[in-house]
């Protein structure tokens, strides 16, 4: 009886030890490799419980989920020649497990090292290309288009897909800042120079015709006036002539009333003439004098 239980206790732990080593599994977030005898017999294994013969076959597991390379800022010379440190980082992730296990070992840091090589080169050589004005804001996002396409093409033989690639900041060193300081502040001196002489330019041609309309509506109004005043005093003439003709005792009059308001207009206004003067010939109560 003894040895039954015996024996039925070694298969159940010769069976628990088969199926803990004959067994694995792969997570979500996982790639996994199978191996027999040291060669890779599967790279194409789903998540889930999977069985293996033990002591013949092992599995390496390998994160899929997006890795980060956070580049160390680097100097870099542009088209013109000047000097700019670029900050920069990657983001990729397993692609091809089996290439990537049999070309960097499946070691993110050797994959980093790689990456950060071709990353390198591609600014390099885009840089290389572009002026600082370019690279800070004209063409920025086309660049890193351009070194998102090319590192991930250059990063395909190591089984890696990069799925982008940002330029976080790009700055002058100081030995070259200054000088860029002062020359983008003459250009921008030089631009208010020029757009002040437009202005002013404009200012005097809009002042000129300006002038020159009022001129011309000034002339046409002193002839208009004239004209209608010339209208005016000739129908006034004709207006007088024609009542002296009809009335002339009574125009007489009037005139010499007109005479007197305008003579005696203020209070100390004083004439000395003789009192049988023809200007105060309508003062007489009497007969009026022939």
Do not use: C
Not at 170 to 189: C, G, I, K, N
């Amino acid at each position: 009886m003894q040895k039954l239980m015996s024996s039925i206790v070694f298969v159940a732990l010769f069976a628990l030890v088969l199926f803990y080593t004959g067994t694995y599994t792969v997570g979500q977030a996982q790639k996994a490799i199978k191996f027999r005898l040291g060669e890779i017999i599967d790279t194409n294994i789903a998540p889930g419980l999977h069985f293996q013969w033990p002591l013949v076959n092992n599995v390496k597991k390998f994160d899929a989920r997006v890795q980060t390379l956070d580049e160390e800022p680097q100097r870099f010379m542009t088209v013109e020649k000047k000097n700019v440190i670029v900050d920069s980082f990657v983001k990729w992730r397993i692609e091809n497990v089996g290439d990537y296990y049999t070309t960097v070992g499946g070691q993110p840091a050797r994959t980093n090292l790689r990456l950060s090589e071709i990353l390198r080169n591609g600014l390099r050589s885009e840089f290389g290309k572009r002026t600082i004005n370019e690279v800070v804001s004209g063409d920025r996002a086309q660049l890193m288009k351009i070194l998102q396409r090319e590192t991930d093409q250059a990063a395909e033989s190591l089984g890696v897909e990069v799925v982008d690639v940002r330029i976080k900041r790009v700055d002058l060193p100081e030995d070259v800042s200054d000088s860029v300081y002062q020359r983008m502040s003459a250009e921008r001196e030089r631009a208010a120079r020029q757009y002040r002489a437009e202005g002013k330019e404009a200012a005097e041609r809009i002042r000129a015709e300006a002038d020159r309309r009022r001129q011309i509506i000034l002339a046409d109004a002193h002839r208009d006036a004239k004209k209608i005043r010339g209208e005016g005093d000739a129908k006034a003439a004709e207006i007088y002539a024609q009542t002296y003709s009809r009335h002339p005792d009574f125009y007489s009059f009037y005139r010499s009333l007109t005479a007197y308001a305008k003579a005696f207009d203020r209070k100390d206004d004083l004439f000395v003439l003789s009192p049988d003067a023809e200007f105060f010939r309508y003062f007489d109560l009497g007969e009026k004098k022939p």
